[in-house]
């Protein structure tokens, strides 16, 4: 695997749901994994420092990495969105690399600001969101908190589609499967992960994997392929 995941952590932050970061030591092809989460990721590549405003995926995408890079990224809460920039424009690989301004500074919203690093991320996005770059919609929060309240009236899903860029039905697809492919490269059998992970039968559960993980579930627990970030989630009420 020429991608090494060096740190990752759960924030603090109303806005952040957590902070991660990688470098590569090879290039080459990889999968980007489905992900119902956009996020701010810094890149540093040939001495040049960018960063890149990257939306949810509804699919499984191939990516190519080059040598010697690093990369920071601020993975952001469901219900945080930009109300300058609807999530949904940056869907399927429609990022956004906003433009440079100096060496550690680049131009967002109309203002100059540094890039931020692994350490101050939270620092930065409360900056953010005091200038109102970044908001939270409460009723999204409230889906995923598992209201059935909530989830019965239909101008939350409108809000969940606008502050998410993806319908709460894509959405727990998408953490069903991510769930189900740290399972089985877990060494969790396949027929107990299909329980685990609310799925139908193994048919069902290899239909959704290879859509949004790209793999199917024996080639992703003898983890045959370099896939991009994941880490532990559970599957959304």
């Not at 924030?11 to 996020?39: I, K, M, Q, T």
Request: aromatic share 10%; charged share 25%.
């Amino acid at each position: 695997m020429f991608i090494v995941f060096d740190d990752d952590r759960p924030s603090d932050s109303p806005y952040v749901e957590r902070v991660w970061r990688c470098h590569s030591e090879g290039s080459g092809p990889f999968l980007s994994v489905a992900s119902s989460h956009w996020e701010m990721v810094v890149s540093r590549l040939d001495g040049r420092t960018t960063l890149t405003l990257r939306g949810p995926d509804t699919k499984v995408r191939d990516v190519y990495c080059p040598p010697d890079g690093e990369w920071f990224a601020i993975r952001f809460k469901s219900g945080t969105f930009m109300p300058a920039l609807p999530t949904g424009r940056m869907l399927n690989g429609r990022d956004v690399t906003l433009p440079e301004v100096s060496r550690r500074s680049f131009r967002f919203d109309g203002s100059a600001w540094e890039y931020p690093d692994y350490d101050n991320a939270e620092t930065f996005v409360a900056r953010l969101a005091r200038a109102g770059v970044i908001a939270r919609d409460a009723a999204v929060e409230a889906a995923l908190g598992g209201d059935a309240r909530a989830l019965s009236l239909r101008s939350v899903q409108r809000h969940f589609l606008h502050a998410t860029g993806i319908t709460w039905s894509t959405f727990r697809q998408i953490e069903r499967a991510r769930h189900a492919t740290n399972l089985l490269r877990r060494g969790v059998p396949i027929i107990d992960t299909v329980h685990e992970a609310g799925y139908f039968d193994q048919a069902h559960l290899t239909r959704s994997l290879r859509r949004l993980i790209g793999l199917t579930p024996a080639k992703i627990a003898r983890e045959e392929k370099q896939l991009s970030f994941l880490y532990n989630t559970t599957t959304p009420p």
